[in-house]
Structure formats: structure tokens, C-alpha cells
T-cell receptor, first 110, second 114 residues
Framework: EDQVTQSPEALRLQEGESSSLNCSYTVSGLRGLFWYRQDPGKGPEFLFTLYSAGEEKEKERLKATLTKKESFLHITAPKPEDSATYLCAVQRPNTDKLIFGTGTRLQVFP | DAGVIQSPRHEVTEMGQEVTLRCKPISGHNSLFWYRQTMMRGLELLIYFNNNVPIDDSGMPEDRFSAKMPNASFSTLKIQPSEPRDSAVYFC????????????FGQGTRLTVV
């Protein structure tokens, strides 16, 4: 059965304290792995798509990486505005649906 | 583009009543998804459509839930009769059909069944 597991469930960081979020997955084939950001009371907002092992994508303070079993979202020198829940999702071949993990709730304190 | 539009944003209803949630996808997107989000289970896919046709409804909890997409610009998710355990945030999302494509989400409808 396809499964997406994110860790940690919650993470508290001081402003400027870099860290990484983990998304491990078991899926029969991988069409794509997606990272989303969700703010309270809002829908998930797309961040990155990764297609194959070894691939990396960057956006401001965020960098996403992918291996055959997991993905990391690295946050460099975070700011309070980076506080949100970060969701990981996978897509199998021959389907358009995304299977989501339960997310990591990130809080960055000044 | 206004993005995916959902209505209402909030709905409070009594147990046993019918609830209808509405969604307008992004123009040109041929795939539409209905998700439910709860603290306990996270984001769960309920059903998705390609070109207005239901493709996978295996996530629909039971017969009380139904979804329709009468045209490319409108979809509904109906719960009849509603129960307190249906309380959740329901999201609609759309994406271009096929390939590897990220889904764009609406703001969600927060449903409370009392």
C-alpha cells in the first residue's frame, strides 16, 4: 500500500536556525513528489515538484532534495514568516491523484 | 486567474441535514479533486474527475457522500444526511490533465455538523 510519512510532526526553530524536514515514501513507482506549504485557514500552496532521485529544487530559503526512498526540505536561516505546515505528496504513474503525508508543523520564533 | 474558488467558506448544519459544497476549478484544468482534511487523518482524497468524468471514488467514505461535475467549470460535493463525524475542512483542487502536474487548491470549506 502506498504510504507517505513525514517527520517530525512539529518543529520549533529560532530565527536563523537551519534544519530539515523529512518525507519518506513507499510507492509502486514514482511519477512525482510534491512539497506544499499550508498556512492556517488556507489551502495548501504548491512549492516544488521533484521527479527523480538526485534532483534538487530551490526557492528562497527552501531547498528540496529527493532520493529513492525519501525527500528532504531544507530550511536555511528561517524567518518567522516561514512558519506553516509543510506537506509532502507523491503521485504514482498512470494516475493524477496525490497521496499526502500528515505534514510537519513548523514554528519559527524571532 | 482567480484560482480555485470554493463556496461556502464556512458551513454549520444540524445532523441529518443535506450539505452541498461547491467548486469552480481553474479555467483550462481538466482534473478536479475533492479532499477532506482533519487533524487525525490529514488530507484524504475523496474523489477525482478527469474531463468531468469520475475516475477514482475509492476515498468516498460511504453512500451518504456524492460528487458531480456537470461541466468543466463546476463541481459539487453533497453529503446527505450529514453526521457530526463529517465535520472537517473540505478542499477542492484542480490541475492540468496527465503528466506530472501539481494540483492547485482552493481555500476550503470548513464544515461543522452539530
Amino acid at each position: 500500500e502506498d504510504q507517505v510519512t513525514q517527520s517530525p510532526e512539529a518543529l520549533r526553530l529560532q530565527e536563523g536556525e537551519s534544519s530539515s524536514l523529512n518525507c519518506s515514501y513507499t510507492v509502486s513507482g514514482l511519477r512525482g513528489l510534491f512539497w506544499y506549504r499550508q498556512d492556517p485557514g488556507k489551502g495548501p500552496e504548491f512549492l516544488f515538484t521533484l521527479y527523480s532521485a538526485g534532483e534538487e529544487k530551490e526557492k528562497e530559503r527552501l531547498k528540496a532534495t529527493l532520493t529513492k526512498k525519501e525527500s528532504f526540505l531544507h530550511i536555511t536561516a528561517p524567518k518567522p514568516e516561514d512558519s506553516a505546515t509543510y506537506l509532502c505528496a507523491v503521485q504514482r504513474p498512470n494516475t493524477d491523484k496525490l497521496i499526502f503525508g500528515t505534514g510537519t508543523r513548523l514554528q519559527v520564533f524571532p | 486567474d482567480a484560482g480555485v474558488i470554493q463556496s461556502p467558506r464556512h458551513e454549520v448544519t444540524e445532523m441529518g441535514q443535506e450539505v452541498t459544497l461547491r467548486c469552480k476549478p481553474i479555467s483550462g484544468h481538466n482534473s478536479l479533486f475533492w479532499y477532506r482534511q482533519t487533524m487525525m487523518r490529514g488530507l484524504e482524497l475523496l474523489i477525482y474527475f478527469n474531463n468531468n468524468v469520475p475516475i477514482d471514488d475509492s476515498g468516498m467514505p460511504e453512500d451518504r457522500f456524492s460528487a458531480k461535475m456537470p461541466n468543466a467549470s463546476f463541481s459539487t460535493l453533497k453529503i446527505q444526511p450529514s453526521e457530526p463525524r463529517d465535520s472537517a475542512v473540505y478542499f477542492c483542487a484542480s490541475s492540468p490533465i496527465g503528466g506530472v502536474s501539481e494540483a492547485f487548491f482552493g481555500q476550503g470549506t470548513r464544515l461543522t455538523v452539530v
